[in-house]
């Protein structure tokens, strides 16, 4: 867990800020919750089916210009998720939306919920395509 000051000195926050910024209801809650600090860990942060490859019993992964010693903490798994909602159905978001938080369910558990949203906002600035569309689902009236 790194405090307010930390966070706000990564070099991905600036970006991840930018994302948040545009969707008024998440930033206040990313805000009020960085007072207890963010959850960080070592992430690839660009865990998709694109950077994974199979050769046997064998697993590569591929791709780590993304990766991060301070990304939040559910970077990779939140990744994983929303790529393959994405690939099996981009066109229905809100479908995507339920099936997402039966994988996360965080409406009555806020540290879960900023952990989520920190993480798509992560993956939303590294340009990560459906992380933006989940959190544009999550926040229709951006």
Known sequence: V???AEV??????????????ERTSSIDEVNASLNEGLDVCFAHGDLNCTNVL????????LDWEQSDHNAPVLTDQVCVAVDKLWLANSEDMTGNLQKFRDTFPYENNPKLRIQVITALAYLSAAGFPPALAMIDVMYPNA
Do not use: K, M
């Open 54 to 61: 199979r050769d046997g019993n064998d697993v590569w992964l």
């Open 2 to 4: 790194i405090d307010r």
């Open 8 to 21: 706000e000195s990564l070099p991905w926050w600036p970006a991840v800020r930018a994302v948040i910024a």
